[in-house]
């Protein structure tokens, strides 16, 4: 025959109460923290996002030639504000990965957003691959 199932009086679901107590998400003021939070974090994640997809200075390595001392490359610089001094980095790498030369591009402000230019890249090994880096305004 089963046991009877024991009924909980007043006093054992005080005492229940008192040693588990409610979680801390289940206060009103524990989930309105939470949501604030939630909330700043998502806007902040929003920000960056679209800060980061659009800089105001952008460039490609449109073509280059290899030679032993030095790599003539092609590159685009693009920016939204003509008036606005543009500079990136152009580096020289060798098969190794290694940095062989480099040289900062600097467009003066005025002219078109999208400037072509031809620069020389003296290297100290023969390089091959080049790279556009750290593109900035100002």
Partial sequence: MP??????????RERIRRRYPRS???RPAGLAGLAVTAVLLLAWLVWAGLDQSTPEVSGRV???TISDTHLDVTVSIQRPDPGVRASCLLVASAQNFERVGEVEVVLP??????????VRVRTFRRASTASLEDCSAG
């Fill in 3 to 12: 046991e009877p199932v024991p009924t909980l009086t007043d006093a054992d």
């Fill in 24 to 26: 801390w998400f289940a």
């Fill in 62 to 64: 449109d073509r280059y």
């Fill in 109 to 118: 402000p005025g002219g078109e957003p999208l400037v072509q230019q031809d």
